[in-house]
């Protein structure tokens, strides 16, 4: 039997996911997708043209979109019989294109969600993925603490950080050797934790049914310590915290992983490019500033060596108490490692407590003479000013000098500075007064009287930036 020739052609499509709005804006967008000129676009029609042949000027096409449905409806353009019913194909060009248009948009606006069911799953602990999303409860955990003990949720106070268990040379170097491990627990703000959660949600997924729960967690955390020996050995007083290290040590391993045989090949390629992609982005975003690249260098680099470390054993199969082995031969490794670096890390704060401490001890020495008698022998209060105050603020300017050699930071050589000046004008002080005393001269008493209130203003300044 012969097929009925059209001219022409239309259909109902119901309206259901979308309303009226998006409706429209996705029939346009799929029209666009399909290659059809449009000619017209006011809500609510859409007056378009399919593309032409040798044999035909093509076919005009209207979409009206109402409340419920949209009707569909294609004419050929020259009135030539189409015994193909090109008509009807075009409204199965559309609803198809549509329908893709749709899906596209439901899937965004999943991503855009992160309570999602889908994102949801990735937080629930498993047989075998149990270790990432204990992790990321620990450092939330934590965080919510801290907030909830008065820490700044959005920029966090120095000095809370560190005393929550931040990651700084000096303390470290003095015997608190455990801010290694719990600087990667803290972080500076929601946004810190929320980009670095994501970040470890992202490589555990991956990472952690491959290694296995021992594997991953000793990796991690040895990692972690590497970052932390990394930032105290290149930042003599930057306060370091966050997950960024460990996590950056977890993406080493990983890299380490791809490059063996370990992961089929044909997979390798495109997770290493996306790997590399986060690596390189990230290390070449902190170069702007506030971002502790020594630590993701460290963690990176002492990822890569324990993914080597463990390759072995993953290719056999190694039972958990093999891996517990290999683990603990890591440990002891990075424990040394960490020993010899704090060891010979130069503890410059320290000195420069010693020198300060030295500092007030000889300046008691040199504010002697103002606690003598006011009949006290003319040669004993002479011999205070010169041989033993002099002597002393000298003795000072000195001390001074050897600070300027120490790795100090910026706000105690500034501090420094007034020092020199104080010693200075203490020393002018006594030059007068000795002048005035051994000569009987008490035309000098305005300039002493001058003298010593700028020692005053001076030291009042001393204290409040103290």
Request: with cysteine; aromatic share 10%; hydrophobic share 45%.
């Amino acid at each position: 039997m012969d097929a009925t020739p059209l001219t022409e052609y239309h259909v109902d499509l119901p309206i259901t996911q979308l309303n009226t709005d998006q409706y429209f804006t996705a029939s346009v967008t799929a029209v666009e997708r399909m290659g059809w000129r449009i000619v017209s676009c006011d809500k609510p029609i859409i007056l378009c043209h399919t593309p032409g042949s040798q044999t035909s000027q093509g076919e005009s096409v209207t979409i009206t979109i109402g409340i419920s449905s949209a009707i569909f409806h294609s004419r050929s353009v020259d009135n030539v019989d189409l015994t193909d019913d090109q008509n009807a194909a075009n409204a199965e060009l559309f609803i198809t294109s549509l329908n893709n248009v749709v899906e596209t948009y439901s899937q965004a606006e999943k991503d855009l969600k992160f309570f999602d069911k889908g994102k949801l799953i990735a937080l629930v602990p498993s047989r075998t993925y149990l270790v990432t999303p204990l992790l990321i409860y620990a450092n939330v955990l934590i965080f919510v603490l801290m907030v909830c003990r008065g820490v700044g949720p959005l920029t966090p106070e120095t000095s809370d950080l560190l005393n929550w268990g931040g990651n700084i040379r000096p303390f470290v170097v003095e015997g608190e050797w455990w801010r290694l491990f719990t600087y990667m627990f803290l972080h500076a703000g929601v946004f810190h934790l929320l980009m670095n959660m994501f970040a470890l949600l992202y490589i555990g997924i991956f990472l952690e049914p491959l290694l296995g729960r021992t594997r991953f967690l000793s990796a991690y955390l040895l990692t972690g310590v590497c970052a932390g020996l990394a930032s105290i050995i290149m930042h003599s007083f930057t306060v370091a915290v966050g997950a960024s290290g460990a996590i950056f040590g977890m993406y080493g391993v990983f890299v380490a992983m791809l490059t063996t045989r370990f992961i089929e090949r044909t997979a390798r390629k495109t997770i290493l490019r996306s790997i590399l992609y986060f690596i390189i982005f990230n290390l070449a975003n902190g170069v702007k500033g506030n971002i502790d690249n020594a630590a993701h260098i460290g963690g990176l680099i002492s990822g890569l060596a324990v993914g080597y470390a463990f390759y072995p054993g993953l290719l056999s199969g190694q039972r958990i108490i093999r891996q517990l082995g290999v683990s603990a031969i890591i440990t002891i490794a990075v424990i040394l490692l960490a020993l010899i670096s704090i060891h010979n890390l130069n503890d410059d704060f320290q000195v420069y407590q010693q020198k300060i401490a030295k500092f007030s001890t000889q300046e008691s020495m040199a504010l002697e003479v103002y606690k003598m008698r006011e009949d006290a022998p003319k040669a004993d209060i002479l011999y205070n000013l010169k041989d033993r105050g002099i002597y002393y603020w000298n003795e000072n300017l000195t001390l001074l000098k050897e600070m300027d050699q120490l790795d100090i930071p910026d706000a105690l050589k500034e501090q420094d500075k007034k020092l020199r000046r104080y010693c200075d004008l203490r020393i002018s002080l006594y030059q007068l007064l000795y002048r005035r005393l051994n000569e009987n001269d008490s035309s000098l008493s305005d300039q002493i009287n001058k003298k010593g209130q700028e020692v005053e203003d001076l030291m009042k300044d001393i204290k409040q930036t103290k």
